[in-house]
C-alpha cells in the first residue's frame, strides 16, 4: 500500500510498468517508456488505452487523469512542429495543458511474462506454451577487476553505481577472491604502490560482478576513475545466456484438435470479436497454435518454421493469406483491437491491485475503429 506521506509518483508508475514489461524486451524498432511528462509529479487517477486518440485523451481531460499508459506509443515518428492545426497536434497540446503523463509499454508489453500474448494463451486454454521467437534477453557481460584491499570499496561503489551488479532482483552483486599481483614498473612507470626497476608483490582482489554489454566503457570508465593505480588489470567477458522463457509470440497447444472452423469460432467467442476471418481449409484440425497479437505478419515465418496448425493474430497483409496457404499453415484474423484491448484491462486490473488507494481504469470511451456488417436483411 502507497504510504500517504509520499504519494504514488509518475516515476513510482514507470518504474513498476519497467519491472512487469522490461523495456529491453521491445522490438528494435519501438518506441517504448515513459514518453510525455514529469517522473516527480504526483498520481492518482490513471487511465490505460489501446490507443492515445480524441475520445482517450476527452474522457482523460474530463476525469482529471493524470497519467495514461498506452498500448500504442504517441509520438511514433519524429515530428517538426507542434500545434492545434492538425488531429495529433490537439490531442498532444491537451494532454500537456492537462498535465498528464504518458506511458507506452508495447511490444515489451506483448511480450512480457503475463503479457498480452500470454493473456490470448490463456483465454484459449492452450497447452505447453512457449515463446514462438525466443528471446535470450539483454546481453550480460562481467567484468574482473583486481585492486588493493584500500581500493575495494570505492570501486565496487563505483562499478555498481554505473550499473553493474543487477542479477534479476537483486543488485550490488559480486564476488571477491584474495590473492597476490605481481607487477614490474618501468624507468616510465609512476607506480602508486612499491618502486619502479623491481617486481613488486602486492596483496590484491579479484572483484567480479556482471554488466548489461551496452553499459561496459561506462562502467569501465567508473572503475578507471576509482582505482589508485596507474594501469588497473581488469578483463571483461561477454557471458552466453543459459536460455530465457521470454520472446516473441506464443506457441501451446489445445486440449485437443478441433477444426479451423471451430477454432475461428472458439476465438470469436473467447476474444469477444466483432467478427473473424480465416485462412484455409474449414474442416482442417488444428492443435498446435502460434500466436502473435496486433498486426503478426512478420512471425509467419516463425509459426512456419514451428510446425505450427494455425496461426492467430490481428491482421496481416494480402500476400500472407496467400503465402500461409501456399505453405499449408491456418491463418485466424480476429482483428487488431480484439487480441491487444483485453491486455490493457488487465493491466488496468493489475495497476489498480497494487495500488489500492488510486483510481485506475481503462478507458470506458474507447472503441474499435471497425465495424462489422454481421448480417445483411
Given at each position: ?17 519497467e ?45 482529471r ?39 507506452s ?24 506454451v ?41 543488485s ?48 569501465i ?43 475461428a ?113
Open positions: 500500500m502507497p504510504d500517504s506521506n509520499h504519494p504514488v509518483s509518475v516515476g513510482d508508475v514507470c518504474d513498476f510498468l519491472e512487469f514489461a522490461p523495456n529491453y524486451l521491445a522490438a528494435e524498432w519501438d518506441n517504448v517508456g515513459l514518453l510525455m511528462g514529469e517522473r516527480a509529479s504526483p498520481v492518482q487517477r490513471i487511465q490505460t488505452c489501446l490507443t492515445v486518440a480524441s475520445d482517450v485523451v476527452a474522457e482523460a481531460v474530463d476525469e487523469v493524470q497519467m495514461i499508459v498506452s498500448h500504442h506509443p504517441i509520438l511514433f515518428r519524429g515530428i517538426k512542429r507542434l500545434t492545434t492545426s492538425d488531429p495529433e497536434g490537439r490531442m498532444i497540446w491537451d494532454l500537456v495543458r492537462a498535465g498528464i503523463a504518458v506511458y509499454p508495447h511490444t515489451s508489453f506483448d511480450n512480457t511474462k503475463g503479457g498480452i500474448n500470454e493473456i490470448l494463451t490463456g483465454k484459449l486454454e492452450l497447452m505447453n512457449s515463446p514462438l521467437r525466443k528471446q535470450t534477453g539483454e546481453q550480460q557481460c562481467k567484468l574482473v577487476v583486481f585492486v588493493p584491499n584500500a581500493d575495494l570499496a570505492g570501486v565496487a561503489d563505483a562499478v555498481f553505481g554505473a550499473g553493474a551488479g543487477i542479477i534479476g532482483k537483486y550490488q552483486c559480486s564476488f571477491r577472491v584474495a590473492g597476490t599481483g605481481t607487477f614490474f614498473g618501468s624507468e616510465a612507470a609512476n607506480p602508486t604502490i612499491g618502486q619502479i626497476g623491481r617486481r613488486e608483490e602486492v596483496s590484491e582482489w579479484r572483484l567480479e560482478t556482471v554488466c548489461p554489454a551496452t553499459q561496459v566503457d561506462k562502467v570508465a567508473a572503475m578507471r576513475r576509482s582505482h589508485s593505480y596507474e594501469e588497473p588489470a581488469f578483463d571483461v567477458y561477454p557471458l552466453r545466456s543459459g536460455g530465457s522463457t521470454l520472446g516473441e509470440g506464443r506457441l501451446g497447444r489445445l486440449p485437443k484438435a478441433i477444426s479451423l472452423r471451430s477454432f469460432r472458439k476465438v470469436k467467442d473467447k476474444l469477444n470479436a466483432q467478427s473473424v476471418h480465416f485462412v484455409g481449409e474449414s474442416e482442417r484440425q488444428v492443435e498446435r497454435v502460434a500466436i502473435s497479437c496486433g498486426s503478426g505478419g512478420a512471425l509467419l515465418a516463425d509459426a512456419i518454421l514451428e510446425k505450427a496448425d494455425v496461426f492467430l493474430t490481428g491482421e496481416m497483409r494480402y500476400h500472407d493469406y496467400l503465402h500461409a496457404r501456399e505453405r499449408g499453415i491456418g491463418l485466424v484474423l480476429a482483428g487488431h483491437y480484439a487480441t491487444e484491448r483485453l491486455g490493457v484491462e488487465a493491466l488496468a486490473q493489475r495497476m489498480q491491485e497494487r495500488w489500492r488507494d488510486l483510481e485506475v481504469w481503462s478507458s470506458r470511451r474507447e472503441r474499435d475503429p471497425v465495424s462489422a456488417v454481421l448480417a445483411i436483411d
